[in-house]
T-cell receptor, first 111, second 115 residues
Framework: RKEVEQDPGPFNVPEGATVAFNCTYS??????FFWYRQDCRKEPKLLMSVYSSGNEDGRFTAQLNRASQYISLLIRDSKLSDSATYLCVVTGSSNTGKLIFGQGTTLQVKP | DTEVTQTPKHLVMGMTNKKSLKCEQH?????MYWYKQKAKKPPELMFV???????INESVPSRFSPECPNSSLLNLHLHALQPEDSALYLC??????????????FGPGTRLTVL
């Protein structure tokens, strides 16, 4: 079983749609959780950290359920510029700085 | 300013060459990382430096040699690489290794081709 699992997609949605990505992780001792966005042939960019209380940044909402070891990202009112690969990332249980990446979910927003 | 810079942007080298990749950050971060990323795969961790000391080597072959000359700079020295080492090499930094300030910020990467 992969340490971080994501549906690779692709998710093809029209502009203005709401889309949700899910991710599960296997290590219950993981401490920090993130969503990164990566455009083709570019570096990953931090989209948001994810907290147990949930957090929102504009059209983006992230949720963490520690009991189910589940992380989600909701994008409302999708824009063409949201087309990218979204990486679910968790840290390991020890304080090593090591990030564990999911395989990424590809989103294509169409006009 | 959350900028990490990397040079060169592109590098083509032969299997007998020696080259170096450079990474710089001026955010006062004390943890720096090297990752390797192949097409359509997530980044794979290679090395972690914390307070200029190597803290993780993910069993990387010795043809890759990291160096952290000071808290702002991270180098990756390359020697006798193989064609399968062709990839995007990403540098990242974070304030510290763990705790509340461990978000990692990535540089734009060096796209390496080994002939």
């Amino acid at each position: 079983r992969k340490e971080v699992e994501q549906d690779p997609g692709p998710f093809n949605v029209p502009e203005g749609a709401t889309v949700a990505f899910n991710c599960t992780y296997s290590n219950s001792a993981s401490q920090s959780f993130f969503w990164y966005r990566q455009d083709c042939r570019k570096e990953p960019k931090l989209l948001m950290s994810v907290y147990s209380s949930g957090n929102e940044d504009g059209r983006f909402t992230a949720q963490l359920n520690r009991a189910s070891q589940y992380i989600s990202l909701l994008i409302r009112d999708s824009k063409l510029s949201d087309s990218a690969t979204y990486l679910c990332v968790v840290t390991g249980s020890s304080n090593t700085g090591k990030l564990i990446f999911g395989q990424g979910t590809t989103l294509q927003v169409k006009p | 300013d959350t900028e990490v810079t990397q040079t060169p942007k592109h590098l083509v080298m032969g299997m007998t060459n020696k080259k170096s990749l450079k990474c710089e950050q001026h955010m006062g971060h004390r943890a720096m990382y090297w990752y390797k990323q192949k097409a359509k795969k997530p980044p794979e961790l290679m090395f972690v430096y914390s307070y200029e000391k190597l803290s993780i080597n993910e069993s990387v072959p010795s043809r890759f040699s990291p160096e952290c000359p000071n808290s702002s700079l991270l180098n990756l020295h390359l020697h006798a690489l193989q064609p399968e080492d062709s990839a995007l090499y990403l540098c990242a930094s974070s304030q510290v290794l763990s705790g509340g300030a461990n978000e990692q910020f990535f540089g734009p990467g060096t796209r390496l081709t080994v002939l």
